[in-house]
């Protein structure tokens, strides 16, 4: 007996092959923009090339499971109209669904350098901002029209394959149809299972390579999208809690063994910051996608930062200061609450259930307290954090200010921010009163909007920048090299402003970055943060205050949380702490460390950094590793010897009794 491929499975191949070959295209092109310039071992590219194929099938397989289904619910699906038209439907939608996920994909791999995943469903909280900053980043109306043009296209395609086999149908023998239907059902299980071992391709595959950027190149973002969704934050454990409280007490100072975080602290005046008859006043700037690895005073070849560069050398610095979360949200959260950032699908700014809190920037007693950025305070629900919890707080946003030119979706420039922002310190000044202020910058973010002109400052052209100087610089762009040094102008001009203002030597000045820029792999900073994608983490922390303190640079750990504690006890102002930070230049504070959080290998994890070590620990899984960051190979030493073992165990102590504490007050740190 002859056998013969039933018509309708040759056409489920058909279809099967045409998206595969499709993705296929769409993950060279992805090669082509983010992957090719890098030096990477040929077996490792293979092997991630062969990761993304079987990704891809295995996507492709999937997708056509309902085409799959209708061979056996229909057995006129060549002759039916209805049939044509949900065929028809169904391939549109589903070519626009997976067309869509791939524009995004990309454009959340350029600005992130990690591939969509459910974490990206953050920018959907403020659809407004997310779609302008879309609109000026990219060449929307050429993309459309292409994207009109793919998808008619596409509908002629599917409507030919229709046609052309529905024209080529043939009744097919009931025991050839048995058989190479159970064929098939091997088949694309095969393709989904895709391996020859116990279990089935996974996504955490993907993480095989030492390089990041290959790994992420393994991955398929609609795959690696559906299976993020089952990371998401739980809620605290009490008893998990009250197991850590005497860790986290003796790091933080408290006696006893019970969960109690609150620690009095209270100053007698003295003159050592001058301070006997005014309180000095408290700026915080954050400084948006600004990380030590972009500063020339750490060694960037492009010489970008020459006014951050003098600050550092002329203020207090901290060279190991890491923020906790690589977002915005979660630095501004952070930073605010005392409280690290660990939410794993939305910014914890974006949850209604641990908005209350008592935070430090409340206890600026007797000062007029401000909060000012370049557009809307809505944007991550960050008005709530502020709002929520500051008495008396003045919010400036895009609509307060005398003068005002819209840059781009993050409202005024920096260079108007601050302008603005002086005239409003001046008149608190002049009112002899103490101010606290967080100004918030925006121009260093995408889309690096910078003026073709503003006082001294012009941005470079392609041609004024050595292209080999840019490369080992880690800058994707001169737009993005620009957009740094405007915001490295504008804080000089802003303090020129200051010191005609008056207000000047009565100030501390306070400069955090939020997060590091994305940056292509650099070697003159750091090799194993770059490796393990610390560098992300590692940020200015600049006090900045001439007339009141003496510069030096600090080189033990600290982090986000510890920025607010450490100003208040600088400036001698009395609080009551309910949060996880402390005063980093108390001297007596040696055993610090940098707590950080962030994917590794496709899961959220928690790590600390501790002089040279790096310990961390995935939230799920609970695997750990405990990494010399100081050893060029980055391998997991907590088995090594029986003293890394113990060592582990006092990391692993320390990590999970700041983790936990986090979780515990989220909810319980309530005013």
């Known amino acids: 007996m002859r056998y013969k491929i039933p018509n309708y499975l040759k056409f489920l191949y058909v279809n099967i092959l045409s998206l595969f070959l499709f993705v296929t295209v769409l993950r060279v092109a992805f090669y082509s923009f983010f992957i090719n310039k890098l030096v990477i071992e040929t077996n ?24 799959a289904l209708g061979y056996f619910l229909s057995k006129k699906f060549f002759t039916k109209k209805l049939a044509k038209i949900s065929y028809l439907v ?58 009109l043009v793919l998808f008619f296209v596409i509908i002629k395609y599917h409507n030919w394959l229709y046609t052309k086999f529905s024209k080529t149908n043939f009744v097919s023998e009931k025991k050839n149809k048995i058989i190479f239907s159970i064929a098939t059902l091997f088949v694309l299980a095969f393709g989904v299972f895709s391996s020859f071992q116990h279990y089935p391709l996974r996504w955490s595959q993907a993480f095989f390579s030492s390089s990041k950027e290959l790994n992420q190149f393994s991955l398929n973002p609609v795959l690696y999208f559906v299976d993020s969704f089952k990371f998401r934050n739980e809620n605290y454990n009490i008893d998990t809690a009250k197991k850590y409280a005497p860790i986290i007490n003796n790091y933080l100072g408290i006696k006893g063994d019970t969960i109690n975080f609150e620690r009095k602290r209270s100053f007698k005046i003295n003159d050592s910051l001058n301070i006997s008859k005014n309180k000095p006043n408290v700026v915080f700037v954050m400084m948006e996608s600004v990380g030590n690895a972009s500063l020339s005073y750490y060694g960037n070849p492009i010489k970008s930062t020459p006014v951050l560069d003098s600050l550092m050398r002329e203020s207090i610095s901290f060279t190991n200061h890491y923020v906790h979360k690589a977002t915005t949200a979660g630095s501004v959260f952070g930073s605010i609450t005392g409280l690290p950032d660990i939410d794993n699908v939305k910014s914890a700014s974006r949850n209604p259930m641990i908005i209350n809190q008592r935070i430090l920037f409340n206890q600026f007693d007797d000062y007029e307290k401000l909060y000012l950025l370049g557009g809307s305070a809505n944007w991550a629900n960050i008005r709530a954090v502020f709002q929520a919890n500051i008495q008396g707080l003045t ?26 922002a002086d005239k409003i310190f001046k008149k608190t000044h002049d009112s002899k009163k103490p101010f606290v202020a967080y100004l918030q910058t925006a121009t ?51 303090l020129k402003r200051a010191k005609k203002s008056g207000y000047y030597d009565n100030t501390i000045f306070v400069f955090f970055g939020d997060h590091q820029t994305a940056m292509n792999p650099i070697t003159h900073f750091r090799p194993s943060h770059t490796k393990l994608g610390l560098l992300m983490h590692n940020v200015p922390f600049i006090i900045h205050a001439p007339k009141l303190v003496k ?17 208040m006890s600088l400036i001698k102002q009395d609080y009551t702490n309910y949060t996880l930070g ?44 405990l990494i010399n960051l100081n050893n060029n190979s980055l391998k997991d030493i907590s ?5 890394n073992k113990e060592l582990t165990k006092e990391m692993d102590d320390l990590l999970s009794s700041f983790y936990h504490s986090t979780k515990y007050l989220y909810f319980n740190n309530k005013k």
Request: aromatic share 16%; no cysteine.
């Open 582 to 625: 402390q005063n980093v230049l108390d001297s007596l504070k040696t055993n610090t460390f940098s707590f950080v959080y962030r994917n590794i290998k496709g899961e959220p994890a928690s790590g600390i950094i501790k002089d040279s070590l790096y310990y961390y620990k995935t939230v799920y899984n609970n695997k750990y590793e």
């Open 90 to 147: 169904y391939s549109t939608l589903l070519y626009l669904v997976i067309v869509s996920f791939y524009l995004f994909d990309f454009g959340h791999y350029s600005y992130l350098n990690l591939r969509v995943n459910a974490s990206a469903l953050r920018f959907l909280e403020n659809v407004k901002i997310s779609t302008q900053v879309f609109i000026e980043s990219y060449p929307i109306y050429k993309g459309g029209f292409l994207l």
């Open 639 to 643: 088995n090594e010897n029986p003293e």
């Open 551 to 567: 510069p030096q640079e600090i080189t033990k750990n600290a982090h986000l949380v510890d920025v607010v504690p450490t100003v």
């Open 395 to 420: 919010v400036y946003e895009e609509g307060s200010y005398q003068e005002e030119n819209r840059a781009d979706v993050w409202g005024i420039d920096d260079y108007d921010l601050f302008k603005e």
């Open 44 to 67: 490792d590219l293979l092997q991630a090339i062969s990761f993304g194929v079987r990704f891809d099938l295995k996507m492709a397989i999937l997708a056509f499971v309902p085409v």
């Open 444 to 494: 260093n973010h995408m889309p690096f909007t910078v003026p073709d002109k503003k006082g001294s400052y012009e941005p470079l052209n392609e041609q004024d920048v050595d292209k080999g100087i840019l490369k080992k610089s880690g800058f994707k762009s001169v737009a993005q090299l620009n957009a740094l040094r405007y915001l490295d102008f504008n804080i000089n001009e802003f």
